[in-house]
């Protein structure tokens, strides 16, 4: 090695060392690869500095998606690379134009409602991943999650602390509402979570009832109060015929075939 390579090479060392000392780990990563080519390519100073902030604000970025996608609790991981338009009862165009997430800009609510199993979830956990993809910040629970997560603050008289926490994000969505009664403890946490993010925040629900009838699940007047709310800026999808899971089942294709 010679003196001059063994100056090129130190001098990488500190450049290294100095991005450590900045916490930039995604441009400390890339150094040595970007440095070389740089020098290979003889490109220009402002050019060899361009990469390299490139490199770390493309690894900040993922790495704000993972911790995002971490914090908004979704329960299953579906994305639209496994949707298949061609099972769905949602129609093309709204599929598409949902995913525009203009509606979320506005903050406008969603509304799928529909028998079990016709890919309600699917689709509003899918819009929440792709919400995170294009900088946002999502939440997601269960109507019961939600309930208990109201619930445990309201002992301690740190409801509205919770709620304005929870408003942070750009999208809640509320899934499983429709199967079972609602608790009036619940009805109430739902009530506030839609009347905070009204004309603020968007808010997604997946439901087996349609907003109209939740008067069957939980006491009318709070009903009515969020259905208001909720429906004044929303979009409504109606899904429709059988469970994609159970044709799925039956065909087959719900467990992988065993081996002797």
Avoid at 60 to 86: E, H, V, Y
Wanted: glycine share 6%.
């Amino acid at each position: 090695m010679t003196a001059a390579t063994t100056t090129s090479a130190a001098k990488v060392d500190e450049v290294i060392d100095l991005l450590r000392q900045l916490r930039l780990p995604h441009m400390r990563t890339h150094a040595p690869d970007v440095l070389a080519t740089a020098k290979a390519q003889r490109w220009e100073p402002v050019e060899t500095l361009r990469a390299l902030l490139a490199e770390e604000l493309a690894g900040r970025q993922a790495s704000s998606i993972r911790t995002r996608m971490k914090t908004a609790g979704f329960p299953t991981g579906k994305t639209f690379d496994t949707w298949n338009q061609a099972v769905s009862s949602v129609p093309e165009p709204t599929a598409r134009s949902l995913q525009t997430l203009e509606w979320i800009e506005r903050h406008e609510n969603l509304v799928v409602a529909g028998p079990s199993g016709t890919g309600k979830s699917h689709l509003v956990e899918a819009l929440g991943h792709a919400a995170i993809s294009n900088g946002c910040h999502v939440q997601w629970f269960s109507l019961e999650q939600l309930g208990q997560l109201i619930g445990r603050h309201r002992a301690d008289g740190t409801t509205s602390r919770a709620i304005k926490k929870l408003m942070r994000a750009d999208l809640i969505c509320i899934d499983d509402i429709g199967l079972l009664p609602v608790a009036t403890d619940t009805a109430e946490a739902l009530y506030r979570i839609v009347d905070a993010a009204y004309e603020q925040r968007s808010i997604a629900i997946s439901s087996n009832l349609h907003p109209a009838g939740f008067d069957e699940l939980m006491p009318k007047t709070i009903a009515n109060a969020t259905v208001d709310r909720l429906l004044h800026h929303a979009h409504i999808v109606l899904t429709a015929g059988d469970s994609i899971r159970l044709t799925q089942a039956t065909g087959g294709q719900g467990v992988m075939p065993l081996t002797n």
